[in-house]
């Protein structure tokens, strides 16, 4: 079978890349013929049609005038584009086989190397607009490496699709030579990204399509709401002059009526007059551009967003928080697919044929365009099928992946650990307790420590002259208070007030937290809690006695 270029044509030679620039721009590219100057329904139909005919040159400079000229379009095509040329992106190896992991490894170093490839990503997103777009590939030599240097832009004026038979579905690129039908783009030298907004011929894909004629009328209703404000706004301003007045009086008098409007002042003879009249408050003609203009505004958005959710933002939120994105999942997800197999078999197979051989597989290129979970959400399901459900044969491989959490390594202390410490600590505090306060009871004292038993002997002393506590007492005494440690006491708490600090982790603001803290009382182990405090009253109470003694003495 024989090796295929991106457009299906065969390749004859695979040993090196073409070095030299194809699209060098001519004089022609650096004007333009604005044809949005002047646009009427007619014109806007005849570059349409031209288009459906294969031929793009002015529909290309009417779409990019399009965005210089509507702020709402030129908006909103940036918040698509940025929302994938700024997703992150990885290289996955064909297979689990060492070479394939190899040229994967090699790959996205080639693409690191790119000068700009954020950027490159970006310009090939403004297929989104306008239907296609191309730019052509600089390949680099050094020695028996080959390299992608950078990715140029080239406008979409620059091709055609017009044949003398039938629309073409890949572009050529017209040049001094081929004014006309254009050349073939030579293999692996170009990257050519089709947006498909719809069916059918390229040249109808873009997303300006649907929206040229609302901007056609769109920009009708600014231009009157303008001359409305410039009639409107300032009085009318009327000069009289007397009967016998000179030709010179008389244009003298226009030009002091002409300049009263920007000016605020002017120098008249006494021998004429001006007046200011008043115009009727025409507000009532306002509302009907401003609805028109913010009506386009909203359907621009529902076509390049897909909600109009910044256009229309919710009362007492800020613009655009009611919607959960601003460019809709299945928009991203789109775009990022569409891209991301362009770059595949556009940009990376053919570095895959020039570096490797035709014979190698080809590495995936993967933008990470998931929508973000909600693990709280997802942790809750987990516990309602373990617990109510009783599914509980889930994988915990599947639970690490799913968490994102990186399994634990061999002898790595776990939370496990530390809880189960933590609990055994506050048993022995509690069975501390329990001895001290059955006074006199020897038996059933838990072992001591070499610390513990040097506390016990310092006090030795104290516990012959005084016959309460007993030195058996001491000793436990001393293991309670060993036990109720500041990083005891830290840890005994945080099993306590775990919702609380949960809530103030999570809590979206400060009003938020306080206005939930009082629903989590029912939830808090408040026995516990209560134990605890009781006992580290009874250490330090107890404790502050037996010291003050000890100094005293």
């Not at 002015?58 to 379009?73: H, I, N, S, Y």
């Not at 947006?195 to 059918?200: D, F, I, L, M, V």
């Amino acid at each position: 079978m024989p090796l295929l270029d991106q457009f299906g044509r065969p390749v004859t030679s695979v040993k090196s890349p073409v070095l030299d620039e194809i699209a060098v721009q001519t004089v022609r590219d650096r004007y333009s013929s604005y044809p949005s100057s002047g646009l009427t329904p007619q014109r806007l139909a005849s570059i349409l049609k031209e288009a459906d005919d294969g031929d793009v040159y002015r529909q290309a400079e009417l779409m990019e005038e399009f965005e210089e000229k509507w702020p709402a379009l030129q908006a909103d095509l940036q918040t698509r584009k940025l929302a994938v040329a700024g997703l992150t992106w990885e290289i996955e190896p064909a297979s689990e086989s060492s070479e394939d992991k190899k040229i994967a490894e090699a790959a996205k170093e080639m693409l690191e190397y790119i000068e700009d490839f954020e950027g490159a990503l970006f310009d090939a997103l403004d297929a989104v607009a306008k239907g296609f777009a191309v730019q052509e590939i600089f390949w680099e030599l050094d020695g028996r490496e080959v390299w992608v240097k950078r990715l140029k832009w080239v406008h979409q004026k620059r091709f055609t699709f017009y044949s003398q038979q039938e629309v073409l579905e890949f572009p050529r690129l017209l040049t001094d030579a081929e004014p006309a039908l254009g050349e073939e783009l030579q293999p692996f030298k170009f990257l050519f990204h089709r947006h498909r907004a719809r069916s059918g011929a390229a040249t109808r894909g873009g997303l300006s399509r649907p929206l040229a004629y609302l901007y056609l009328f769109a920009n009708y209703s600014l231009k009157d709401w303008v001359i409305f404000n410039d009639l409107y706004s300032v009085p009318m301003r009327v000069g009289k002059y007397k009967p016998g007045a000179t030709t010179g009086e008389i244009d003298a008098l226009k030009q002091a009526v002409f300049n009263l409007g920007t000016d605020a002042a002017a120098v008249v003879s006494d021998s004429t007059l001006i007046e200011l009249l008043e115009t009727k408050n025409r507000a009532g003609d306002i509302p009907t551009f401003k609805a028109f203009i913010d009506w386009s505004a909203r359907m621009v958005s529902k076509v390049v967003l897909g909600h109009t959710g910044a256009s229309e933002p919710t009362p007492g939120k800020l613009g655009g928080e009611d919607a959960a994105q601003e460019v809709r999942q299945d928009l991203v997800e789109h775009d990022a697919r569409s891209l991301q197999n362009a770059i595949k078999f556009q940009l990376i197979w053919p570095w895959v044929v020039y570096q490797f051989g035709a014979d190698k597989a080809c590495p995936k290129f993967q933008f990470h365009y998931e929508a973000e979970e909600d693990l709280n959400e997802t942790a809750t399901m987990y516990g309602t099928l373990v617990e109510k459900v009783g599914f509980r044969k889930i994988g915990v491989q599947h639970i690490y992946e799913r968490f994102g959490i990186p399994e634990p390594a061999a002898g790595e202390e776990t939370l496990e650990d530390i809880a189960r410490e933590a609990q055994q600590e506050m048993q022995t505090a509690e069975t501390q307790a329990t001895a001290v306060a059955r006074r006199g009871e020897v038996g059933g004292k838990p072992a001591r420590t070499e610390k513990q038993a040097n506390k016990a002997t310092q006090h030795s002393a104290l516990s012959t002259q005084h016959s309460s506590p007993e030195a058996s007492d001491q000793a436990a005494l001393d293991d309670l208070k060993d036990g109720l440690t500041d990083a005891a006491l830290q840890r005994q708490m945080e099993v306590a007030l775990k919702p609380v600090f949960e809530l103030i982790q999570n809590g979206a603001s400060y009003t938020d937290v306080m206005a939930r803290l009082a629903s989590l009382a029912p939830d808090l182990d408040t026995e516990q809690m209560e134990t605890l405090i009781a006992k580290a009253v009874f250490v330090s109470e107890t404790w502050g006695r037996l010291t003050a003694v000890t100094s005293d003495k």
